[in-house]
């Protein structure tokens, strides 16, 4: 079974401060990991993705995200947040044996003026 | 390109009475899923479509939802009777057969439900 771990319910920041939001996943095989965003009243719209090949995988909004295989970790980061990046934030994990993704529970991002 | 689209965005009802979530997916993708999120937790699939069989169903509580694609397009999700619990929003997504690109899915704006 995948499974995906999202360890804080919220993250606080400063506006212009970094910004991680962690996530490790459990999967069987090789697994494709994705982000989303969704703010208040809205669907969840997709960030971005790792597949294969580069750890380091940059994606909409200025977010990127890194994938370590040996902590089995995909956290997601933003070198200067803004307050507009204040939103639910959803790792996802799938693979090969099952093509549908498990998502975490979310983390809630407040960045600060 | 169109997004997926969702209808209706907002539905109140009382407990007992049934309601219908109309979904439309992005043109040229062949899988369709209806998922539930609850508020304060991440989206659970209830039921996913490949053209308009159904692929999997498992955690669909079929003796009050239902879902039907039946030309392979757009979909249905009823519940009948709602009860209290299922007050969430539905999310409908939809994604293309291209595996190799990791499945990506793409989400709708949701039905919000609110069960009284």
């Known amino acids: 079974a995948q499974s995906v771990a999202q360890p804080e319910d919220q993250v606080n920041v400063a506006e212009g401060n970094p910004l991680t939001v962690k996530c490790t996943y459990s999967?069987?095989?090789?697994?494709?990991l994705f982000w989303y965003v969704q703010y208040p009243n809205r669907g969840l719209q997709f960030l971005l993705k790792y597949i294969t090949g580069d750890n380091l995988v940059k994606g909409s909004y200025g977010f990127e995200a890194e994938f370590n295989k040996s902590q089995t970790s995909f956290h997601l980061k933003k070198p200067s947040a803004l307050v507009s990046d204040s939103a639910l934030y959803f790792c996802?994990?799938?693979?090969?044996?099952?093509?549908?993704?498990?998502f975490g529970r979310g983390t809630s991002l407040i960045v600060h003026p | 390109e169109a997004g997926v689209a969702q209808s209706p965005r907002y539905k109140i009802i009382e407990k007992r009475q049934s309601v219908a979530f109309w979904c439309n997916p992005i043109?040229?993708?062949?899988?369709l899923y209806w998922y539930q999120q609850i508020l304060g937790q991440g989206p659970k699939l209830l039921i996913q479509?490949?053209?308009?069989?159904?692929?999997?169903d498992s955690q669909l509580p079929k003796d009050r939802f239902s879902a039907e694609r039946l030309k392979g397009v757009d979909s249905t999700l009823k519940i009948q009777p709602a009860k209290l619990e299922d007050s969430a929003v539905y999310l409908c997504?939809?994604?293309?057969?291209?595996?190799?690109?990791?499945?990506?899915?793409?989400f709708g704006e949701g039905s919000w439900l609110t069960v009284v």
């Open positions: 996802a994990v799938s693979s090969g044996g099952s093509y549908i993704p498990t």
């Open positions: 479509f490949q053209n308009n069989g159904v692929v999997d």
């Open positions: 999967v069987s095989g090789n697994p494709y």
């Open positions: 043109s040229g993708h062949a899988t």
């Open positions: 997504a939809s994604s293309s057969r291209d595996r190799g690109s990791g499945n990506t899915i793409y």
